[in-house]
Structure formats: C-alpha cells, structure tokens
C-alpha cells in the first residue's frame, strides 16, 4: 500500500505515523528525543526513527515509503530543508532534509515548522477545512501562528511569518524571551496564565486549567486573571485579523481546553474591538496533538504530487 512518514518532533517527545494516500493513519509510533544526549544524538534519534518506520512499511505494507514529511520546532528553512535553530533541542543549522533523503534510501524529504505544519493539517482537514484564509493559533508554552493561504502555509521571507506571540500588547508588560516586554505570549499563553494564577490563588502548583475551573465556579480571583488574559489576547487577535482578513480562527492548544470558557468572552472581547474589519470565525482546534504529525504526512503527500506534475 502506498503510503509516506510523518514525523512530528518536539522537544521532549517525537510522534510518528505512516500515512496513506487519503490521509489514513496506518500506523502511528511515539519516541523520546533523547534531548539530555545533546542535539546530536537527537537528530541521530530522528534519523533512527524514521529508517525504522520505513522498514516497518516494508515488513506490513509490502513497500517502503514514498516520501517523507517531517515537522520540527524553531526556526526552520523550509525552501533549503534546514533546521536552522531550535533552543529547546539546543542545535544550528542542522541539514535535515538532505540527512533525511540519505538514510531513507533517496526518497523525497520535505521539512515543516511545527506550528505551520500543524496549522496545515486544521486548515485542510481539521477545524478550518473548506476556508481559503485561516489563521491558526496554539496556546501553550508560548503563542505562535500559522498563516493559511489558498491551502498553503505562508512562511515568510526568512521563516517567520506567523510570529503572532510577540507582537507587544502591553509595552510596560514583563520580559518576554525574546528581548521585548509585554509580548502577547508572555500575558495570554497557557505559561503565562498558569504564573498569574499560581501568584493570584497562593498555589504555586496552580496551573491554566485549574484557573480555568475557578472561573468557572466563580471565584473572583481567577475571573480577574482570566478576563486578563482573554483582553490581551483579544487584543492581539484584533492586531492580526487587521492584517490578514482571515475567514476562520482556529484556536489551539492547552488555553483552549478550557472550551467555552474560554471562547464565550473571547468571541466578545474580539467583537468589542473590531470597528471596520469583518469578524472571523472563532473556532478551537480539532485536532489535538496529532495536528503537526497529519500536517508532516501532507507535506510528503504535496512534494509527491508537485513532483509528478512538475
Ligand atoms: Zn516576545
């Protein structure tokens, strides 16, 4: 049967799959990176992986892998197939396509950013499936973004459009990792809510979702750090549907678990905002965490079809 790799790095854990032509899971893997070796022996774990997940298609398939699809974190040169930088796996200019291609036999090798690889996947068959511009929003440690166009993810001149966590909402704000203060994913990130409920409730163990409960019990702490939270947000979604007029706003990861809670007031607070520019869609993720793993297996699927018709 038919089918490419898909390989989803992160940085403690790897998720893999072998995915079919119609984008079925046929069979999915998980691994540590092995990031305390230092970033060489994880780009080795990455290689290791996925010359086993070839040789798994091989044995139950009857054929090896066509291409492969593989996402990763930082600053990615997708057009060169380069992991340029990624601080939490702690390596530079690592040439993972072409390492790729060599230890997968030759095959076609194509390389994501995490967050733009797991937006493609919601754009095209999660949450944003049938709209031609979406922008695609995890909240989690940080904030990042996925800017989708025409059923393709725009990565910029030098592969960082969608940077949306570091636009400055509150420029007094606290330090943000970046060099700049008051940067959106230091006020609105699942981080960032899980530090201001730990200081607000006295709890250092407090995290986003606990906060998220409170809320929803009504304790007029956690209310005041959620509305917080949700302004700031607001705040920099309004700074980006300003931009870019998407149709549909997907909104992922562990914030959004939070559901209505947090998607009532943020629906209104971004309502609030708009003067001229038309309302999107405001959506949460459908996907979950195998969003960058189905994305990856449709990077592999595309270079196959670009190729064949080039
Ligand atoms: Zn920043």
Not at 171 to 183: F, I, S, V
């Amino acid at each position: 049967m038919k089918h490419v790799i898909a390989l989803d790095v992160g940085g403690t854990g790897m998720k893999a799959a072998l995915v079919g032509a119609d984008g079925a899971l046929l069979y999915e893997a998980r691994r540590a990176t092995g990031r305390e070796r230092g970033p060489d022996a994880v780009v080795e774990s990455i290689l290791a992986f996925a010359a086993d997940l070839r040789a798994h298609g091989e044995k139950h398939f009857g054929e090896s892998a066509l291409a492969a699809g593989v996402a990763v974190p930082g600053i990615v040169d997708a057009e060169h197939g380069i992991a340029v930088y990624a601080s939490n796996l702690g390596w530079r200019d690592v040439p993972m396509r072409r390492l790729l291609g060599e230890r997968l036999g030759g095959v076609p090798v194509a390389l994501g950013h995490d967050v733009r690889t797991g937006g493609l996947a919601e754009g095209r068959i999660g949450a944003g499936k049938g709209a031609d511009r979406f922008l695609f929003i995890p909240l989690g440690t940080g904030i990042a973004g996925a800017i989708g166009i025409a059923g393709a993810i725009e990565e910029g001149a030098h592969g960082y459009a969608g940077e949306i966590g570091h636009i400055v909402i509150r420029p007094d704000g606290p330090d943000c990792g970046c060099g700049q203060r008051g940067c959106l994913e230091t006020l609105a990130s699942a981080s960032a809510v899980s530090r201001a409920w730990a200081a607000a409730s006295g709890d250092p163990k407090a995290d986003a979702a606990d906060c998220a409960k409170a809320v929803e019990s009504g304790d007029p702490k956690a209310v005041a750090v959620w509305r917080d939270a949700v302004d700031a947000l607001a705040a920099g979604l309004v700074t980006a549907l300003t931009l870019l007029d998407p149709r549909t706003l997907i909104i992922g990861g562990g914030l959004a678990e939070a559901g209505e809670t947090l998607f009532t007031p943020l629906r209104a607070a971004v309502e609030e905002r708009v003067t001229f520019q038309k309302l999107p869609h405001i959506v949460p993720a459908a996907l979950g965490d195998t969003a960058g793993c189905l994305g990856a297996g449709l990077l592999a699927w595309d270079l196959l079809s670009t190729e064949v018709s080039a």
